[in-house]
């Protein structure tokens, strides 16, 4: 198992992190953005707001997320320790030529087997 699973729960930190990014949001947009369903990231912001780290503002019939100044600080600081445990990408190996399959061989097709002939009963006592 990686560090950053042992440490942070990857889809509540891509939550957080999302929300972090300017901009208005919409809970549809935060669940997306960090691989949840819409009732899972319903839950986590729940949890997050009683937390101080979020708030909810209803317009409409929509829901508009912002971070607190306590949810910056934790974002700021969680974005700083997501870039030093996740691994650097590796390097690109070198392109392996492509393997054509070889080409099959055509064959004649098999001639369908002849119907059986019908047989005809007589009604001769």
Same mark, same amino acid.
């Given at each position: 198992?990686?560090? =950053?699973?042992?440490?942070? =729960? #990857?889809?509540?930190? $891509?939550?957080?992190? /999302?929300?972090?990014? #300017? $901009?208005?949001?919409?809970?549809?947009?935060? /669940?997306?953005?960090?691989?949840?369903?819409? +009732?899972?990231?319903?839950?986590?912001?729940?949890?997050?707001?009683?937390?101080?780290?979020?708030?909810?503002?209803?317009?409409?019939?929509?829901?508009?997320?912002?971070?607190?100044?306590?949810?910056?600080?934790?974002?700021?600081?969680?974005?700083?320790?997501?870039?030093?445990?996740?691994? &650097?990408?590796?390097?690109?190996?070198? +392109?392996?030529?492509?393997?054509? &399959?070889?080409?099959?061989?055509?064959? +004649?097709?098999? #001639?369908? #087997?002849? &119907?059986?002939?019908?047989?005809?009963?007589?009604?001769?006592?």
């Amino acid at each position: 198992m990686a560090l =950053r699973e042992l440490l942070v =729960r #990857p889809k509540s930190a $891509g939550l957080l992190l /999302a929300l972090a990014k #300017p $901009g208005e949001h919409y809970i549809s947009e935060l /669940a997306r953005a960090s691989g949840m369903t819409y +009732a899972y990231a319903v839950h986590i912001i729940s949890a997050l707001e009683k937390e101080g780290v979020l708030k909810q503002e209803k317009r409409g019939r929509n829901k508009m997320i912002t971070l607190t100044e306590r949810g910056q600080v934790v974002a700021t600081a969680l974005d700083t320790l997501m870039r030093e445990i996740v691994p &650097p990408e590796a390097p690109k190996a070198e +392109a392996k030529p492509e393997v054509k &399959p070889e080409a099959k061989q055509e064959t +004649a097709p098999t #001639p369908a #087997p002849a &119907p059986a002939p019908e047989t005809t009963q007589s009604n001769n006592p």
